[in-house]
Nanobody, 127 residues
């Protein structure tokens, strides 16, 4: 059974930083791609960043240059380093996993591409 558990959310002021973690279990990590999504109240869930097992990454335009996705294969954990946070980054952040590779093919930011989801961690950025 695949489980994804997010942590690291919180409240920060604009310009601050947070690092989210997603611990994965029950999957052959090297055969999966991992993604971060977010959903603000009243809005659709949107893709933020994706990383393949080979390290290929893709980012949403809104976070390029500010967010960095990375992984620790030994720990089956994926991270999202968020810098220069803005109030519009406020949302529930979700970790997702799916088999295969996506980022190297320029995809991986669509909700429908993922099978497994975590419960989410809240990020609130105040101005």
């Amino acid at each position: 059974q695949v489980q994804l558990v997010e942590s690291g959310g919180g409240s920060v002021q604009a310009g601050g930083s947070l690092r989210l973690s997603c611990a994965a279990s029950g999957l052959t990590y090297s055969g999966y791609c991992m993604g971060w999504f977010r959903q603000a109240p009243g809005k659709e869930r949107e893709g933020v960043a994706t990383i393949d097992s080979d390290g290929s990454t893709i980012y949403a335009d809104s976070v390029k240059g500010r967010f960095t996705i990375s992984q620790d294969n030994a720990k089956n954990t994926v991270y999202l380093q968020m810098n220069s946070l803005k109030p519009e980054d406020t949302a529930m952040y979700f970790c997702a996993a799916d088999r295969g590779r996506k980022a190297r093919y320029g995809t991986g930011l669509w909700r429908s591409e993922y099978t497994y989801w975590g419960q989410g961690t809240q990020v609130t950025v105040s101005s």
